[in-house]
């Protein structure tokens, strides 16, 4: 049976398990996966922590596909002394305990990382200075409540700062709400690859049924030796959020998915991100079921399994960078501004209006998309990056974060201050 283990952090692992294996069995592997020792573990099931660790999985009411909460235990006698010098070394020591808290620490401060790793006298000054400047966040914010309570009820410039003020407290008790009850919502999703061969050449392909075409790098082209079936007459521009070459369509190519051969077209675009994309168009023309639940690609009867995270290629493995720029992986040249994502979040989604390619015919080359008529709209356009005022930016920015760190967190709060100081801090 699989079961799904997810951190505080919105990390969340895919686990195989016999259901008959013991509790404690179980945190040995979660030990090995999350890099949490057993001791300090615990296991959250439904909202109630798993401690009896001789049971069975399937007897502690585990069921497949279900999802543990996996949070660590603090130190033993850390609730004794509570002083605000000995909570930054254990917020220290967890840091250094967890790999991947280390690193986005050291993509956001690098100086805080750095104090966390060779000086403790530093982190911890570090600490209760961004401590300090939270709780002083937090009293300008009730103040402002304190002032709006006050106000005359019948000003209507009141009237709009009191329900500003009630939508951010709905958006900040969704997210709340959201963390607690089904945190795995954020957590990576893996994308959909599988194992293929084109014309023998073994190839991971990434499974997209919302791109109209199967594309294909020049690169993967050259190493398949298709590039002299090269069709350039289909030459043309792939316009969406950005613009990519292509270079024209390689008509049919052998292509080995699981046990079977099946022709397939394939347009030879330039960009940095897939090698090959198995668009909409082959999916349809074989008849493919993307099967989620079983996490299964059906395909005339046969079930391709989608490869697990770590049988991605490298392109597709995401490592957060802190920064607010995500290239997409077809689209050369134009980036999305925005929140971080994993570079499969924003795949080359190609919409029925998204491609504009040369058709070959008399005269001059007609504009259309691939395989529809010409005259149709050949670009769509990409939405407004939204602003937020200077005076929230300016409070994330005096807790120790940068300015595009403060625009992501609004961005990813929906504009609540509150609950973007609690994100950059959590």
Request: glycine residues 8%.
């Amino acid at each position: 049976m699989r079961i799904h283990l997810t951190y505080d952090n919105g990390e969340v692992h895919n686990v195989d398990v016999d259901g008959s294996m013991e509790l404690e069995n179980l945190m040995a592997i979660v030990e090995a996966e999350m890099n949490i020792p057993a001791g300090q573990q615990v296991l959250l099931h439904n909202g109630v922590e798993l401690t009896e660790k001789s049971k069975s999985i399937t007897a502690s009411g585990i069921r497949p596909d279900d999802i543990l909460l996996v949070r660590r235990r603090s130190p033993a006698g850390s609730n004794i002394t509570r002083t605000p010098e000995s909570i930054a070394e254990t917020v220290r020591q967890q840091i250094l305990a967890d790999p991947w808290m280390l690193q986005q620490l050291s993509s956001q401060q690098p100086e805080l990382a750095n104090a966390a790793m060779n000086d403790p006298a530093t982190f911890q000054r570090m600490y209760l200075e961004l401590e300090s400047r939270r709780r002083e966040l937090e009293e300008r914010q009730r103040q402002q409540m304190a002032a709006l309570d006050s106000a005359d009820p019948f000003d209507i410039d009141a009237q709009r700062r009191i329900e500003e003020e009630i939508r951010k407290q709905n958006i900040a008790q969704n997210l709340e709400n959201a963390m607690e009850y089904h945190p795995e919502s954020f957590g990576r999703v893996v994308m959909l690859y599988i194992d293929t061969e084109v014309n023998g050449h073994k190839v991971k392909a990434f499974v997209d049924s919302g791109a109209q075409a199967t594309i294909m790098s020049p690169a993967l082209a050259e190493a398949c030796n298709i590039m002299h079936l090269l069709d350039e007459r289909f030459a043309g521009i792939a316009q969406g959020v950005g613009t990519a070459k292509i270079l024209g369509r390689v008509h049919s190519a052998q292509m080995k998915i699981g046990s079977q051969f099946l022709p397939c077209s394939f347009t030879i675009m330039e960009g940095k991100g897939v090698d090959l994309l198995f668009g909409l168009d082959m999916l349809k023309r074989h008849q493919a079921i993307i099967d989620l639940e079983k996490n299964v690609l059906r395909i005339h009867g046969e079930e391709v399994r989608f490869l697990s995270e770590h049988e991605l290629p490298d392109k597709a493995r995401w490592e957060a960078t802190g920064s607010g720029d995500v290239q997409s992986p077809v689209e050369g040249g134009s980036a999305a501004q925005g929140a971080v994502h994993p570079p499969g979040g924003l795949h080359p989604h190609i919409p029925p209006a998204g491609i504009a390619a040369s058709v070959p015919g008399p005269g001059a080359a007609q504009a259309g998309r691939l395989g529809a008529p010409t005259g149709a709209p050949t670009s769509t356009t990409a939405g407004a990056v939204p602003r937020h005022s200077e005076e929230k930016i300016k409070m994330l920015e005096d807790l120790g974060v940068s300015r595009a760190e403060a625009i992501a967190a609004l961005d990813a709060s929906g504009g609540n201050a509150d609950a973007a100081a609690s994100m950059l801090f959590q």
